[in-house]
């Protein structure tokens, strides 16, 4: 369909979509304002408050499209990771490459493309914990005692700085208080998965330091089973986390938090099965060209085979996280003073079995050590004036020391020794950043305000390397490069009625490039991202509160898109030769909606409904290079970027007793099919083009002030599907992550 449509013309179309949803919110105003006033007896407490904009705020109130989860509902629905979460937020999806901390999170079709294993870790989205920045360390947080979950759509750079390219993810969590509290949690579920978790509340000096703390400890056999008795057994996981705050409040006006942060997950290997599918390398590499399926190893493939796999070798994948962090506010009745700062590490490693077969061919060890020393100062005005305002400035260094080795086995490939090095690869990476940023909103009327906001930033970017190539010196680098970026933003926001918002936004969002080595004809640096985002947006709330609804569109224009590059192939001499690297696309474009609304039918039945569509393809990409062949990629879709994307939940409560009422509570989820991998560009086919999928889930419990019981059911219809395909050396072809069903309980208790 695509080259049936002249770039003019598109262009028209979206410029027409665009006008189409502004031109509409706008029509829609007198009539929502005639059908429905406020009401005065209500507070702003009856609104989801957010601090996307870092000041508390009626979520209907903020110029930006924003998904929020409130902690009740992230413990009602059993939430264990983010992909629990990000499902209930229109256009957004991801990827996971076989264990908990390994994702790829895309919003609105703008996702990361590089090799997520570098030493320095790089993302298009924005992850704060606390206003602190977590991206460098973690995708996945431990979401337990969790007072919000907002993802905020779109170029975020105002308050979410460096490389919010897509959106930014704002994570609050619950924090002491003055009353002590209790709580205890168990989970039993599919695959022998035991779950235990614990909140306590202590007021040390009351009205002066308080002390709150949660930890969960996980673990269970997994899905899948390695049949091989010298290999690891399988995927069994073991998750432990835990997080403890302090505030202290010396005085009426100043609160500071003090948070540490620990996660540790030791898996016994990816949670993969193999297709079969051989891309061109492995083909060569294993099979001498010759076309047709892997061998299937005496497990076979998927959709037959979702639950084995044949590994000779013990295993082991897993992640360490942990970060201190400080936040302190200080009150000066016209103006706050905010000081985040916080220091992070995470460790990454991957070693054993990596031919996914049981012939001993290869063996892989991988670490890859990361720090960050990151903080922020900011000014912000208070309260509702003529004129509100804010100023910041941030400065941080990232750090990674990355190691790769990849070793032939005992099974004599290629006439290698066991334990020759076929590819050894050490890294060093530093990133310094700085910036100063502000916003300023002068509010023309009750009804009218304009925002003016920008973002200066400076990165230095570093790199040392030394890459072996079966024990010969292929790359010795020790470069830097530094890149400066202006991204302003500027928002008109129109509300007639305090139950109306309408609002345009034009911004602009920077990720920076970086250094590799110029293999292959490489560029020996590669160039950064822009992205210029064209918005329109309109909430409303009717019917007393009880119907809240949000609307978007935009349109992205997005260049110097950044791809990777990696194949491998036998050279002349049977050597294994093996080419990484970045490659920049000229232009990509996104455009699409968001829609989302809430009703709340009967005190005891609420109903939540979302969806989006995306359209996001690169338009100029004509050598991109892809497992050894350059392919055009004009017109082609971008990776982990659905067009369409579904969502419903409803929850139903009515009571059984003084102290007890019970729940029901059906959810539905939908993604279209997918490119996930980059290797679709070359073969347009299954496995790297995922099909949609439909998922529900259900959960019954009852609960009182103290007491809560569910029963759940995940994947309700045992709907066969992935999000994701990743390939290393498998010689029974390219791996994904099958869905499964999971059935469980989860009983809570808490004690005040």
């Not at 060093?428 to 920008?454: E, H, I």
């Amino acid at each position: 369909m695509h080259n049936n449509f002249s770039g003019g013309r598109k262009n028209r179309l979206v410029r027409k979509m665009l006008a189409g949803t502004i031109l509409g919110a706008f029509l829609a105003v007198p009539a929502v304002a005639q059908e429905t006033q406020a009401d005065p007896t209500l507070t702003a407490d009856d609104y989801i408050v957010v601090t996307a904009q870092r000041r508390a705020e009626s979520i209907q109130d903020v110029p930006i499209a924003i998904t929020a989860i409130s902690g009740d509902v992230m413990d009602r629905t059993n939430a264990r990771g983010v992909e629990d979460i990000l499902n209930r937020a229109p256009n957004v999806s991801f990827v996971t490459n076989g264990s908990r901390d390994r994702k790829e999170i895309s919003i609105r079709g703008v996702s990361n493309l590089l090799d997520p294993y570098t030493a320095t870790r790089s993302a298009t989205y924005a992850m704060y914990i606390d206003e602190f920045n977590v991206i460098v360390g973690t995708s996945n947080p431990n979401i337990l005692d969790l007072e919000r979950f907002e993802v905020l759509r779109g170029p975020q750079g105002t308050y979410f700085g460096r490389n919010s390219l897509g959106g930014a993810i704002n994570v609050s969590t619950r924090k002491p208080g003055d009353t002590w509290y209790g709580e205890l949690n168990l989970d039993y579920s599919s695959f022998d998965t035991k779950r235990v978790s614990a909140i306590v509340n202590v007021p040390v000096l009351e009205g002066i330091l308080s002390v709150r703390g949660a930890g969960l400890i996980e673990s269970s056999d997994g899905n899948i089973k390695n049949i091989n008795p010298t290999g690891t057994p399988g995927n069994n996981t073991n998750y432990k986390s835990g997080r403890l705050t302090a505030r202290f409040t010396p005085a009426a006006n100043i609160t500071s938090d003090t948070t540490f942060s620990y996660s540790r997950e030791r898996n016994g290997m990816r949670a993969g099965v193999p297709t079969g599918f051989l891309t061109n390398t492995w083909r060569n590499l294993y099979y001498g060209g010759a076309a047709g399926l892997a061998d299937p190893d005496g497990v076979g493939f998927y959709p037959d085979n979702q639950t084995r796999v044949n590994f000779d070798e013990p295993s082991s994948v897993g992640t360490t996280f942990w970060y201190l962090s400080n936040r302190t506010e200080v009150d000066f009745d016209t103006f706050t003073v905010t000081a985040v700062g916080g220091y992070l590490e995470s460790q990454v490693f991957q070693f054993g079995d990596v031919d996914g077969s049981s012939f001993s061919y290869f063996t892989e060890d991988q670490d890859i050590d990361r720090s960050s020393l990151n903080g922020e100062l900011r000014i912000q005005s208070n309260g509702n004036t003529r004129f509100e305002w804010s100023l910041g400035a941030n400065i941080g260094r990232d750090l990674g020391d990355s190691v790769q080795v990849t070793r032939y086995g005992s099974g004599g490939l290629h006439g290698r020794p066991d334990g020759f090095a076929v590819s050894d690869s050490r890294s060093k990476g530093k990133t310094t950043y700085q910036a100063v940023f502000g916003q300023a909103t002068y509010n023309l009327s009750d009804q009218l305000a304009f925002t003016l906001g920008a973002r200066y930033s400076h990165e230095k970017v570093s790199l040392q390397q030394i890459r072996f190539s079966n024990q010969v010196l292929t790359d010795n680098i020790d470069r830097s490069v530094t890149f400066n970026d202006l991204s302003p933003k500027v928002t008109v926001t129109y509300k007639p009625a305090d139950n109306i918002l309408a609002y345009a936004t034009v911004s602009r969002g920077f990720k920076s490039g970086g250094l590799q080595s110029a293999q292959l004809l490489l560029r020996d640096s590669y160039g950064p991202e822009k992205l210029w985002n064209y918005e329109a947006g309109f909430k409303f709330d009717a019917f007393d509160r009880r119907l809240r609804v949000d609307l978007s569109g935009f349109y992205m224009d997005w260049k110097g898109v950044q791809q990777a590059v990696r194949f491998q192939f036998l050279d002349e001499n049977d050597i294994l030769r093996t080419v990484n690297g970045i490659d920049n696309a000229e232009k990509a474009e996104v455009y699409g909606i968001d829609a989302s609304a809430d009703l709340r039918i009967l005190d005891s039945l609420n109903i939540g409904v979302r969806g989006g569509w995306t359209k996001a393809e690169f338009k100029k990409f004509p050598n991109a290079f892809v497992d050894g062949m350059t392919i055009d990629l004009a017109g082609k879709p971008m990776v982990n970027s659905p067009e369409w994307t579904f969502g419903a939940d409803v929850e139903y409560r009515f009571p059984i007793s003084d102290t007890f009422e019970a729940f029901i509570r059906p959810e539905w989820s939908y993604r279209s099919k997918t490119y996930s991998n980059v290797f679709a560009y070359r073969y347009e086919t299954w496995p790297f083009i995922a099909s949609g999928y439909h998922n529900v889930n259900l959960r019954i419990g009852t609960e009182s002030d103290r007491i809560r019981l569910i029963g759940y059911v995940e994947n309700l219809f045992k709907a066969d599907y992935y999000t994701n395909t990743y390939e290393k050396a498998f010689y029974s072809g390219v791996q994904l992550e099958p869905s499964v069903r999971r059935i469980g309980v989860t009983a809570s208790f808490k004690f005040f």
